[in-house]
């Protein structure tokens, strides 16, 4: 079977405006954020998450599903910089050692090209596999998701990672010191509900789609 994967390439938003020591001490932000990653996802992560050049690091991940949650942590591990993503999905080719730079294939190009067209269009995720209609329904998720984001203040985000951690506005309220009501307020004035809905079906979608997929595979081989 030929086995599929996601290759993540990402760079840090705006990285060349920064004054020399800010953009240096965001590269130890990044480095930490990596360590941080690699260990808590290892079991879903075929190749480990580097740096591989200035602001710009890639990894790949075998559970396609679990892509998505591996990015959005390393938004949250570095809050509050901005980072743009470009996701490509199908085969890699390993060359040596089992680290991204030593590695090639579609997936690769792939995430490549979604992450020049991320830069070009001004978006923080694209999405490119060898199926359009996949990529225009990942894409479309993203840009709504990201369209609502965009205008979210420190706060909301704050309480949509809290949630997010914790499950219930009452828990986020204990460690707010503020009402649960207060918490509901704000989440549901910004669609972060709506947004973590949409995750969660972004999720679930590629997670059918990649068992469809190895299912056509698994019968065409028994063909």
């Not at 892509?67 to 942590?73: D, R, V």
């Not at 998701?145 to 909301?156: E, F, G, Q």
Request: with cysteine; net charge neutral.
């Amino acid at each position: 079977m030929s086995q599929r994967y996601a290759v993540i390439i990402a760079d840090i938003k705006g990285s060349k405006k920064m004054q020399e020591m800010e953009r240096y001490e965001w590269q130890l932000f990044l480095k930490s954020a990596i360590v941080q990653v690699n260990e808590n996802w290892s079991c879903s992560i075929e190749a480990p998450f580097m740096i591989t050049k200035g602001d710009e690091f890639q990894g790949v991940v075998h559970d396609i599903p679990k892509a998505y949650s591996i990015m959005i942590e390393f938004e949250r591990l570095l809050m509050p910089v901005q980072l743009r993503f470009g996701i490509g999905l199908g085969r890699i080719q390993k060359m040596g050692a089992n680290i991204p730079i030593e590695m090639d294939g579609p997936a690769f190009h792939r995430a490549n090209t979604a992450l020049n067209k991320a830069k070009k269009r001004k978006h923080s995720v694209r999405f490119h596999s060898n199926d359009p209609q996949l990529d225009l329904y990942i894409n479309t998720l993203f840009t709504l998701i990201y369209a609502i984001k965009s205008h979210w203040s420190d706060l909301n985000i704050s309480r949509y990672w809290k949630y997010k951690e914790l499950g219930t506005y009452d828990k986020v309220a204990d460690i707010e010191g503020v009402s649960p009501q207060a918490v509901w307020d704000s989440l549901h004035n910004a669609n972060a509900i709506e947004v973590m809905q949409a995750e969660e079906t972004l999720k679930e979608f590629l997670r059918q789609k990649m068992e469809t997929l190895a299912m056509e595979t698994s019968l065409k081989i028994e063909d």
